[in-house]
């Protein structure tokens, strides 16, 4: 394959809310360059980028895909003489991710765009903004990634451009700027119109692949005029350069405008954004000369940084191939045919084949067998991968998710993705003794994979405990282990996965020993508890001094502290939101082992936590429930019935949007009674929001149905 220049290349994520129409948009963005020659439709579970069973089952993404693909823009082809000149000129090769819409896939979203450099994020033109729509978007703001939007879905019944456009604006961000609007909507919609062009853009062929000019319908010429002047007021106000000019009341020509306005995206201070219909083949390309006209190359992206481990001091990596090679893996996948596929993206230097490379974050070095550049399930081998590149590694053994691999002589450590902690648990239990060492291999590949899936075993029970962020997770986590692993497995009713913390600071001693003939055991630790602010997890502090117990011990203690946090102290469930701090102790020259320290540890923990006034935390989700106006007042009603606070009720078209907190105990079951409710015609979304605790008389309930 033909090397493109850095400058030249694209690294771009595609985000939505579940059925925005994201992955439809994806495989027109593959028919129209030429990397597919049929149109896969996600509706007749043929697209090519849900290539898992279960995605196409279900009609939704899953798991990220990546693909590779090139693009000359609209434009530039339009105005060539010679069209394989001009596309040798202009081409552009762009990396693209597409990811899942479904909140209880979210961690795909999270990798994905640690390792990005701009976004298209998909909204539908009848929900506009969706609950979803604004995790992705905080997300994409977290890690900086510049973005342009799509308003989708303009032929569906009850869409309407503006609604959705001020949507953005009011939900997201006020910096989003209109590129085009549509030429009527619902079943008129017909095409769009470029506003920084002044013309009319139709889509012509089979599969609107031709992009037609044309003047500007009468009817449209108004509306035109309306947003245009917002826009190049939104540019001008947005750019030093072209402030002045502006106020200076000269006008500015569109190659300025775009220049702008390509500066201000990738500075984050604009977000241009377009419409169409995916479906009906129309706007699409008009993203693909957004992701080259405003979205940023990856050397247009500040450099990455990092800490070197020898030194400990910070240090950074440009996007040039010149330069030592730091890439982040930010995916672990199975494939039945090569094995484990080590997903990553190459910061800086040149990733060859056959080469060794330095894992910075475990120590270990590792053999870069084959390299892959994957189109969705599919592989093409090639001998290297450059700064700015995406593709996978075959038979990393020592490798995991967020782990950097680098030059072994200029080692750096790079940011690792977060991810969120799981939400809903189940007891699971092989059927037969062959299915019971089969099931144990494949929990250990699926956490490899997913770190949003955990496995643990109930130390009263000794049940196999899988906890995810949902019921659909937990659903195609069982669903895998019996298709690719052959596992056949029993399953319990999912369970909320209750937290544990504490409200107040206290301090126990934790004390073990044991004389029973010959070698004794001694360990002896004081530790204070404190609370911490919600989601800052577990910390351990060592302040010891003197050496009152010996740094060799140490480890112990934190181990023992660690596996009693595991076990929480009112019902089972894991500690979290506090510090621990050993701050005194004593030892036995003779007796004192790890084995004790240990066990001293967890006492102490143990003892220090009852005396916290600890309190059970649950999760609350963020739902919105959309209505007939009719139905509103059941509908109300029941959400209060559950515990919900209700945030707010709005319209959209001719529907309610009712806005709640609701505990997730409370939500099992419900799309079946809001369906009943309602004679099936509301709807719901809901994605996780925060811990909170429960109320005392709950948490009595659940105390005792655990204990």
């Known amino acids: 394959m033909r090397e493109y220049p850095i400058e030249k290349t694209r690294d771009i994520g595609i985000i939505a809310h579940i059925d925005a129409g994201k992955t439809t948009v994806t495989e027109r963005i593959l028919f129209y360059t030429g990397i597919s020659h049929k149109i896969g439709e996600v509706h007749e579970g043929a697209a090519i980028m849900d290539w898992m069973e279960q995605e196409r089952e279900r009609g939704i993404t899953i798991t990220a895909a990546a693909t590779t693909c090139f693009w000359t823009s609209t434009w530039q082809l339009a105005e060539g003489e010679d069209e394989r000149a001009v596309r040798d000129q202009h081409e552009h090769h762009i990396n693209i991710i597409d990811t899942p819409g479904h909140v209880d896939f979210t961690v795909e979203v999270e990798r994905s765009l640690r390792v990005l450099d701009g ?17 992705v978007w905080r997300q994409a703001d977290k890690y900086s990634v510049p973005r342009i939007c799509f308003i989708n879905k303009l032929d569906r019944t009850g869409a309407s451009f503006e609604r959705s456009f001020n949507s953005i604006r009011e939900r997201l961000t006020p910096n989003a700027v209109a590129l085009t609007i549509p030429m009527g909507e619902e079943e008129r919609f017909s095409g769009v119109v470029d506003l920084l062009r002044r013309k009319a853009l139709r889509f012509e062929g089979a599969h609107g692949e031709r992009v037609v000019q044309e003047e500007v319908p009468a009817e449209y010429v108004a509306d035109m005029e309306r947003w245009r002047e917002a826009v190049i007021e939104q540019i001008a106000g947005a750019d030093d350069e072209l402030v002045e000019k502006y106020l200076a009341g000269k006008s500015l020509a569109v190659d300025e405008l775009r220049a702008g306005l390509r500066r201000a995206t990738i500075a984050a201070k604009l977000v241009p954004v377009f419409c169409g219909s995916a479906l009906k083949n129309k706007g699409v390309q008009l993203i693909l000369d957004g992701v080259i006209d405003y979205l940023p190359s990856p050397v247009e992206r500040p450099a990455v940084t990092g800490t070197n481990p020898k030194t400990g001091q910070e240090e950074s990596r440009r996007a040039l191939e010149t330069e030592p090679f730091s890439a982040l893996a930010f995916k672990i996948a199975s494939d039945p ?111 490899q994979e997913d770190p949003t899936f955990r496995v643990r075993t109930d130390p009263d029970t000794n049940d196999t405990i899988i906890s995810g962020m949902g019921e659909l997770h937990l659903e195609i986590i069982v669903d895998r282990m019996k298709r690719e692993f052959g596992v056949a497995a029993n399953v319990g009713r999912p369970q909320v996965a209750y937290k544990e913390t504490i409200r107040k600071a206290a301090e126990a001693e934790g004390k073990y020993i044991r004389q029973s003939g010959g070698r004794g055991q001694y360990g002896h630790v004081w530790l204070r508890v404190e609370p911490l602010e919600r989601g800052k997890g577990v910390e351990f502090v060592n302040k010891i001094r003197g050496g009152v117990i010996p740094n060799e011990f140490i480890p112990a203690v934190e181990k023992g502290v660690i596996e009693a946090v595991e076990k929480g102290v009112l019902a089972g469930y894991p500690l979290q939101d506090l510090q621990i701090t050993l701050y005194d102790g004593s030892y036995h020259e003779v007796d004192s082992s790890e084995a004790a320290f240990k066990i001293a540890g967890s006492i102490a923990l143990q003892g220090a936590t009852k005396r916290a006034d600890p309190v059970l935390l649950e ?89």
């Not at 976004?119 to 995790?135: C, I, K, L, M, R």
């Not at 505990?663 to 419900?670: S, T």
């Open 119 to 135: 976004g298209v994020v998909v909204f539908d033109g009848v929900a506009g903004v969706e609950p979803q729509s604004e995790t």
């Open 337 to 447: 045919y090569v094995g484990q596929l080590t997903y990553f993206r190459v910061y800086s230097g040149k990733l060859e084949r056959g080469s060794y490379v330095l894992n910075a974050s475990t120590g270990d070095k590792e053999r870069i067998g084959r390299i892959l550049r994957m189109h969705a399930n599919e592989r093409e081998e090639v001998m290297s991968i450059g700064a700015g590149g995406i593709g996978a590694a075959v038979g990393l053994k020592n490798t995991t998710t967020g782990d950097t691999l680098t030059d072994p002589d200029h080692p750096i450590v790079l940011e690792k993705p977060s991810f969120p902690e799981p939400v809903m648990s189940l007891r699971i239990e092989p059927k037969t003794k062959a299915d019971q060492e089969k099931m144990g291999l494949s929990l250990r590949r699926l956490v």
């Open 619 to 707: 999760p609350v989700m963020k739902v919105e429930a959309i209505t007939p106006e009719q139905f509103m007042g059941d509908v109300t009603g029941d959400l209060n019935s559950k515990r919900a606070h209700i945030e707010g009720i709005g319209e959209r078209g001719s529907v309610k949007v009712i806005s709640a907190k609701v505990p997730l105990a409370e939500m099992f079951g419900y799309s079946t009674k809001l369906r009943s409710m309602t004679e099936g015609r509301a709807s719901y979304a809901m994605e996780f929001d925060y811990y909170a605790e429960v109320p005392a008389n709950v948490a009595a309930e659940i105390i005792a149905g655990r204990l």
